[in-house]
């Protein structure tokens, strides 16, 4: 009787084996996609950190450049810009950077014997086209006052 019960188990360890693989194959599979997904989580992370960066750079050489211009009487000129290059800093190449400068309505602000102008200062960086999947985008916008001495 005991050599019955014996053979009528002989298949199942076959079935557990199989079923083994099948399950571990699977979990397998769950953590190559897992990583896939965590591993351009990380790049799109580092992508927005460096756009934003470009955008930050791009005010902060707008904002010098308006010191110099203003104390020309020269404002705005030569920040309008769009560049593929954005300052030419290595770590920020393939970004597209656009520049626009506005001054206010009322040109000059008259203080004793100088001069306040306001500017208003907006820096978008973008790297990639806007309909493809690693598309990124920031822009900042910050507000100048700049002083001049009178003639």
Do not use: H
Not at 5 to 29: D, E, H, Y
Not at 41 to 60: C, D, F, H, I, P
Not at 69 to 77: K, M
Not at 90 to 101: D, E, I, S
């Amino acid at each position: 009787m005991r050599d019955g019960l014996i053979n009528k188990q002989r298949g199942f360890t076959l079935v557990m084996a199989i079923f083994m693989v099948v399950v571990l194959s699977l979990l397998g599979s769950y953590m190559v996609r897992f990583n896939k997904v965590q591993l351009a989580t990380e790049v799109y992370a580092l992508q927005n950190a460096r756009a934003y960066q470009a955008a930050k750079a791009g005010l902060g050489w707008a904002s010098a450049t308006l010191m110099v211009q203003t104390s020309n009487d020269q404002g705005c000129n030569n920040i309008n810009m769009t560049s593929t290059n954005p300052l030419i800093l290595p770590a920020m190449a393939g970004f597209t950077m656009t520049l626009t400068c506005t001054q206010f309505p009322n040109k000059l602000y008259q203080e004793n014997q100088g001069a306040y102008y306001i500017y208003l200062i907006q820096s978008r960086s973008e790297w990639g086209a806007y309909n493809s999947e690693d598309y990124v985008s920031r822009q900042l916008e910050k507000t100048v006052i700049t002083y001049a001495l009178l003639p």
